[in-house]
């Protein structure tokens, strides 16, 4: 058995919904790199359209989606919901799973719902070309699609690791018309200077920010478009949240817990600002950000001023990180290897509004197997921290003979990602837990920050 719970196409939200107001107290200033001040519009209109900037630096809780974005959501949104029956009965719970599935999406995760509106406004600011970095790939098929729907040009910067182990998301790229490069690439100042330093580097997520941010400041008809951290991004992806609390209200229902796996927090944020707004209007509800124990920026890094890119391009944000020039290993879930946080997501993670764990990656793997064999769907690497997340919070319950109630979002399916799963099959994946000494060391080279 199993319930899917189908919302009609009128009830695609009509707006998306900006956390910022409800914050606990104001977000500490965006720092331009050059001036070591708080950055000015005009600094941040080299690489980004009016449009977005004012979405990114406003304080309104509520933000109309543009009809042609909301026609382009139609094609896969509202997206499902459903009751994972055969899930709690293999783990003889107490508890309810459910899960928003993201992964009927063209591009098969969450990544279009910010994409689609960037690439929008974008076209409206008469842009040509947009560029981009991509960690598993989920991000770069995504723009790339984006693109393709308006007719824009397309560059990707696709972490060297992830480049190798899921070329197939290299060739969806292609497919949809985006160059796609290995990160780190012989295109930019910033990729060279890494190769020069580290000719077999795997790349990061940071430094392929670096090479596309440099790419589209020093093109006129280039932007650059960020699939996750920052505050747009993080806004456009609540219809995921949206759409839940209204499938909960078609059940009759309501989660304890709400679960996401969190790599730059747009993922997070898109299923758990909404919850996170009741929340704060009396409901309880817990929310859980899950992250790899590899990269764990909010469970080990620090709260402070960091660069969002290695090659410190990019503006200066306070936010949870392991430091900019982290490397972390060439895990599977690429989507989740960022040395930083969203800085809304860490507002509320210092304030203890939300909650953060995280994982070793076989536990992940051994959760999607599990998942894949009762709901029959393959989750992506990224998701799979979410899913196991969800089992835990189950087994608990039934450990403690309690009802709970749990949903997680899973983010993207793992198609693409076949080779991470024969090498789990096959005992040839190593978990990888960052050695606290090494985060200390990376954390020497924050920039001083004088407000």
Request: charged share 20%.
């Amino acid at each position: 058995m199993q319930t899917k719970i189908i919302l009609p196409e009128d009830k695609l939200p009509t707006q998306w919904y900006n956390i910022i107001p409800d914050l606990p107290g104001p977000l500490a200033p965006v720092i331009s790199p050059r001036t070591g001040e708080p950055v000015t519009p005009e600094e941040l209109l080299a690489i980004f359209p009016p449009a977005i900037l004012e979405q990114e630096m406003s304080n309104q809780r509520w933000i109309d989606i543009p009809e042609q974005v909301r026609d382009i959501y139609t094609m896969w949104r509202p997206s499902p919901m459903f009751r994972a029956h055969r899930l709690e009965k293999a783990l003889g719970t107490p508890a309810k799973i459910y899960y928003k599935y993201e992964g009927v999406s063209p591009a098969g995760s969450h990544k279009p719902n910010s994409a689609i509106p960037q690439a929008f406004y974008n076209k409206q600011a008469g842009i040509k070309r947009l560029a981009t970095e991509t960690g598993a790939g989920q991000w770069g098929s995504s723009l790339s699609l984006a693109c393709s729907l308006f007719g824009l040009e397309c560059t990707v910067y696709m972490v060297k690791v992830s480049y190798f182990q899921k070329p197939y998301r290299k060739s969806m790229m292609q497919m949809w018309g985006a160059t796609v490069y290995p990160s780190p690439s012989e295109m930019t100042e910033a990729g060279r200077a890494a190769l020069a330093e580290n000719p077999d580097s795997n790349g990061s997520l940071g430094l392929a920010i670096s090479e596309a941010v440099e790419d589209a400041a020093t093109h006129n008809d280039t932007n650059y478009a960020l699939g996750s951290v920052l505050n747009h991004v993080c806004m456009h992806q609540t219809v995921i949240g949206l759409e839940a609390l209204e499938q909960f209200k078609m059940v009759g229902d309501y989660p304890d817990v709400v679960i996401a796996c969190c790599g730059g927090g747009s993922n997070f944020a898109g299923l758990a600002f909404p919850f996170l707004s009741e929340k704060a209007n009396g409901k309880k509800v817990r929310c859980l950000a899950v992250e790899p124990a590899s990269c764990p920026t909010l469970t080990k890094g620090v709260y402070d001023f960091d660069y969002g890119d290695t090659a410190k391009l990019g503006p200066i944000a306070k936010m949870y990180t392991l430091g900019h020039d982290f490397m972390p290993p060439g895990i599977h879930a690429g989507g989740l290897r960022y040395h930083g946080e969203s800085p809304l997501v860490s507002q509320l993670y210092a304030a203890g509004l939300i909650e953060a764990r995280s994982l070793m990656q076989t536990a992940c793997f051994e959760g999607a197997l599990l998942f894949a064999k009762n709901e029959g769907i393959v989750p992506a690497p990224e998701s799979s921290h979410a899913v196991r997340a969800a089992i835990d919070e189950a087994l608990l319950a039934k450990e403690e003979g309690k009802e709970r109630t749990i949903l997680f979002n899973l983010s993207g399916h793992g198609f693409m990602d076949m080779t991470a799963y024969d090498n789990y099959l096959a005992g040839n994946l190593e978990d990888y837990e960052y050695p606290a000494e090494m985060v200390q060391e990376s954390l020497k080279h924050l920039p001083k920050v004088k407000l």
